[in-house]
């Protein structure tokens, strides 16, 4: 199953909008987790951010995790799909709230003009065709000593839990794609994590876009060593890690 990119993976998202938030619903945990990340991440920066970037924010439920979290903020929320935002946009929501369609790596292009006092980005960057320009554009888009999370499958390395993964993708994941017409869709996120960085991989990626402090969290349930929170914080000063 090959993996999908740029406006192929915008245009597999926009025909699976509609089915989106039923078949999240149907993961334990899904919106929970959403909203730990989002704590985690308010936590570090003692909530007092005033402005934040939820990038690939899908049919808003990581915005709407970013909202609970950060009561007051600004968000603004990016995604590449049309379809996704368009069920974000006929959610309720705070008028703080605002999406934009834009890809994440032209948030220059967009308009969607930092700087940010944090970013959060769910379920994203194992989808992008170059994720290291993406984390340069992220940290040029956050202020000195703001902080980035990130939330999504990203294996521990241990084989028991790429076992587990592959048996839920066989067993749950492609068949439902596969009854619901996102065969495309639900097969590119069973490959995408398989082939994107594992946990450690991806917390070296941060380091190496020049992030500091850098934290990979578990996260609970059948996701434990399988899905994972990233924090990691844009240097007060050029220099400093
Ligand atoms: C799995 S959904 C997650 C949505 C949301 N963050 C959530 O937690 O429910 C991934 C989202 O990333 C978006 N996406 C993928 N590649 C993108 C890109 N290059 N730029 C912006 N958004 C992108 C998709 O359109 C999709 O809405």
């Keep these: 199953m090959p993996l999908l990119r740029d406006a192929a993976l915008a245009t597999a998202f926009d025909h699976g909008a509609d089915r989106y ?19 985690r991440l308010a936590a570090l920066d003692g909530g007092g951010a005033r402005r934040l970037l939820d990038l690939g924010c899908g049919t ?29 946009g006929a959610k309720r929501r ?7 369609h ?27 065709a170059d994720p290291d320009a993406v984390l ?20 521990s390395g241990r084989r028991t839990d790429r076992l ?31 082939e994107f960085d594992t946990a450690p991989a991806f917390g070296a990626r941060l380091r190496r876009a020049g992030f500091g402090q850098v934290r990979v969290l578990p996260l609970p349930g059948w996701q434990t060593g399988i899905a994972h929170t990233f924090l990691a914080r844009r240097p007060a000063a050029d220099g400093d890690r």
């Excluded at 938030?21 to 704590?39: E, F, I, K, T």
């Excluded at 890809?103 to 940010?116: C, H, I, K, T, Y």
């Design 60 to 88: 808003g439920a990581s915005t709407a995790a970013l909202a609970a979290a950060f009561p007051g903020a600004e968000i603004v929320g990016v995604d590449a799909s049309a379809g996704m935002l368009r069920r974000a």
């Design 94 to 100: 705070p008028s703080r709230v605002r999406f934009v």
């Design 21 to 39: 938030d039923r078949l999240v619903a149907l993961n334990p945990g899904y919106h929970a987790q959403l909203r730990r990340s989002a704590r």
């Design 164 to 194: 587990v993964w592959s048996a839920v993708c066989r067993g749950v994941i492609v068949p439902l794609g596969t009854a619901t017409g996102d065969r495309g869709l639900y097969g590119h996120l069973r490959c995408s994590v398989a």
């Design 102 to 128: 834009a890809p994440a790596e032209e948030l220059d292009r967009a308009e969607v003009g930092g700087p940010f006092d944090a970013v959060f980005a769910a379920y994203l960057f194992r989808n992008l």
């Design 136 to 155: 340069a554009a992220v940290r040029g888009a956050l202020v000195p000593g703001g902080w980035l999370a990130v939330h999504d499958y990203a294996l």
